[in-house]
């Protein structure tokens, strides 16, 4: 079974500085995807970053980045430079080759101050 | 259209009554997935349909709940004599296959389902 786990339920950072949210996950498939998803207030998820579990290179999208600890089971998001807009509900998730089906945490909320 | 489309986008219901949603998924995405969302929590897997095959139900918590999807298009979530716990936001979302891989689930905006 497909388990995600997200131990931080809110967190709150500066604006300009760095956070990063910690996810941990379980899967007895060899071949999984792990993903990070923004929910703003709109409700509209959307796809901050994807991880190929075969990649040992930590993904990378301009200011967000992961770090993927295959061993420890671990998948952490680093947001650089936080912004205003960067608040919303971030929400850690898996998906195998095998049954395609996405395994939400419970999501972390991050506030930025200004 | 371009993206997931959800209908109604809200919906107040008594309790007692059936609802029906709505879920448009992107063209050509094989897989189409139901999440409920209740305030402030995780989305908690429903049900998955994958091109053709016999549907994964393992999520949907009562036989209350049922979904159905007309080949690679429209679903339908349906709820039974719907209860006060049944409020929350119901998400759906598509995908596809790239190489055999998991890509991107495109999410719509949900329906918020409130039963008073």
């Known amino acids: 079974a497909q388990t995600v786990t997200q131990s931080q339920p809110e967190m709150s950072v500066q604006e300009a500085e760095t956070v990063t949210l910690s996810c941990t996950y379980d899967?007895?498939?060899?071949?999984?995807?792990l993903f990070w998803y923004k929910q703003p207030p709109s409700r509209q998820m959307i796809l901050v970053i994807r991880q190929e579990a075969y990649k040992q290179q930590n993904a990378t999208e301009n200011r967000f980045s992961v770090n993927f600890q295959k061993a420890a089971k671990s998948f952490s998001l680093k947001i650089s430079d936080s912004q205003l807009g960067d608040a919303a509900m971030y929400f850690c998730?898996?998906?195998?080759?095998?049954?395609?089906?996405?395994?939400f945490g419970t999501g972390t909320r991050l506030k930025v101050l200004a | 259209g371009a993206g997931v489309s959800q209908s109604p986008s809200n919906k107040v219901t008594e309790k007692g009554k059936d609802v029906e949603l709505r879920c448009d998924p992107i063209s050509g995405h094989t897989a189409l997935y139901w999440y409920r969302q209740r305030l402030g929590q995780g989305l908690e897997f429903l049900i998955y349909f994958q091109g053709n095959s016999a549907p994964d139900k393992s999520g949907l918590p009562s036989d209350r709940f049922s979904a159905e999807r007309t080949g690679e298009s429209v679903s339908t979530l349906t709820i039974q004599r719907t209860q006060q716990e049944d409020s929350a936001v119901y998400l759906c979302?598509?995908?596809?296959?790239?190489?055999?891989?998991?890509?991107?689930?495109?999410f719509g905006q949900g329906t918020r389902l409130t039963v008073v």
């Open positions: 899967t007895s498939e060899s071949d999984y995807y």
């Open positions: 998730a898996s998906s195998t080759s095998g049954t395609y089906k996405y395994i």
């Open positions: 979302a598509s995908s596809s296959r790239t190489g055999g891989a998991p890509t991107e689930a495109f």
